[in-house]
């Protein structure tokens, strides 16, 4: 599940950087934040774009204690003494008074995305490099990257930045395949505990993230963070990528997940699956979501946690439900066939697998026809173009086509279908 913002995204807006800001953060006990700012000239507001985070901020100031005016939609900073400010916020009583996803206390810790207490220096362009220092057992953990000690964000990526935590954390590094060399996914479980060993919920995540980076030819972020949120349940739940900023995934673990819970689980392959392709902030939620739903099953069939049989099944059996996934999932599958005819073998995951190595992850936000375009240039011919424009597909004769028959509860696979060839090659990966 893609975040789905509806955002008037600041196109117009985007002239070289000008200013930077130094930007240091202090996690004081009880899980509160006290921000001091050091700017170079040219920032004009401070603006908090989690507006319901508002009520619990105080204090916000120039460096020698004069306030700074509140405005409709933030702080003036003003001109002639616009470099040193702060100002306090209570992620505590924000998460206890608000709560979901603008700030989420487990035990004595907090998920919370940036934009919920991190305040842009409003400029034109200001680079914001955060130094984070933390009360004694109390710690930070973020998807955004870091440089020399200080994590970076583009001021004008905080609205729509990652989620981190805060508080009582323990964290893995999961190493992973990536073109560059290596990636590293952090996987952070917020406070609470697991009845299944430690070691088993991060061999769960390495298996997806290695089946995830398998298909996309390398993990489809240099550095990401996972936060695993326990929840009291048995299943794995809720899951969400926010890539503003920096990658980060939240997901929903039932503290009395099982093994064999973690052995069917679909949905953290699923959201790891939506770090390789940009978020699609116009009307795109069906091609986000529909490859997501698409590729899961065979990127699990690949890996050989799954039988081809299988992620057949789970296609056919799921595309009649239509709506962005299921309807997606479909529309992808007939481009890809289509694709694959046209081309004498390139499919949607080539098309997948270009515009994540050549022009970036989910951390890019783009428009829909952009995603459509790239795609349809990797491939060399406008199917995706032309399956945007009519989405409607003809499913039984899509499986009758690829020889997908249905048996009893699975599935024959026919090896006389006229695309049965393309069929084994969008499961196998043939390259
Ligand atoms: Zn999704």
């Known amino acids: 599940v893609a975040r789905w913002l509806l ?16 930007v240091a953060m202090r996690i004081e006990a009880g899980l509160r934040l006290a921000f001091t700012y050091d700017c170079e000239a040219g920032v004009r507001r401070l603006v908090l774009h989690e507006s319901r985070a508002a009520l619990f901020v105080a204090d916000v100031a120039l460096a020698d204690g004069t306030p700074l005016a509140a405005a409709s939609d933030g702080w003036v900073v003003p001109e002639d003494r616009a470099t040193r400010f702060g100002y306090r916020l209570d992620l505590a009583a924000l998460a206890q008074n608000v709560g979901r996803l603008t700030a989420m206390r487990i035990g004595d810790s907090i998920l919370a995305p940036i934009a919920s207490w991190l305040m842009e220096p409003e400029g034109s362009g200001v680079a914001v490099r955060l130094a984070v220092a933390s009360a004694e057992g109390l710690s930070f953990a973020t998807g955004m990257p870091r440089v020399e000690g200080r ?11 990652g989620y981190t935590a805060f508080g009582r954390l323990q964290r893995d590094e999961i190493r992973l395949p990536h073109p560059r060399g290596e990636a590293v996914l952090e996987a952070v479980r917020l406070d609470g505990t697991f009845a299944l060993p430690v070691a088993e919920i991060n061999a769960w995540v390495e298996r997806s993230a290695r089946a995830v980076a398998d298909f996309y030819g390398g993990f489809p972020a240099e550095h990401a963070m996972l936060a695993i949120l326990p929840m009291p349940t048995r299943r794995v739940g809720f899951g969400q990528v926010m890539a503003g900023g920096g990658v980060s995934i939240m997901l929903q673990v039932g503290s009395d997940v099982t093994r064999e819970v973690l052995n069917e689980d679909w949905v953290l392959v699923h959201e790891l ?5 940009p978020f699609l902030f116009d009307r795109g939620q069906w091609l986000m979501e529909g490859m997501a739903t698409y590729v899961e099953p065979l990127i699990r ?16 059996a799921g595309m009649p439900r239509s709506g962005i996934y299921w309807g997606g999932a479909a529309t992808l599958l007939a481009a890809d066939l289509a694709m694959r005819k046209q081309t004498s073998g390139r499919g949607f995951e080539h098309c997948l697998r270009a515009v994540l190595w050549k022009h970036g992850n989910a951390s890019l936000r783009w428009r829909t026809q952009q995603f459509i375009e790239a795609c349809d240039a990797a491939i060399g011919t406008p199917v995706l173009a032309e399956f945007a424009t009519q989405r409607e597909v003809d499913l039984p004769a899509l499986w009758r086509e690829l020889g997908v028959e249905p048996v009893g509860e699975g599935v024959r696979l026919r090896d006389d279908a006229p695309a049965a060839r393309s069929r084994d090659a969008i499961l196998r990966g043939a390259n």
Do not use: F, K, N
């Open 7 to 22: 955002l008037c995204l600041l196109l117009a807006s985007g002239q070289a950087g000008a200013a930077s800001c130094d």
């Open 301 to 316: 069939a690949r890996a050989g946690l799954r039988t081809p049989e299988w992620a057949w099944h789970e296609l056919q």
């Open 151 to 161: 994590y970076r964000i583009d001021g004008r990526d905080i609205w729509a930045g």
């Open 273 to 277: 699956s939506h770090v390789g392709m």
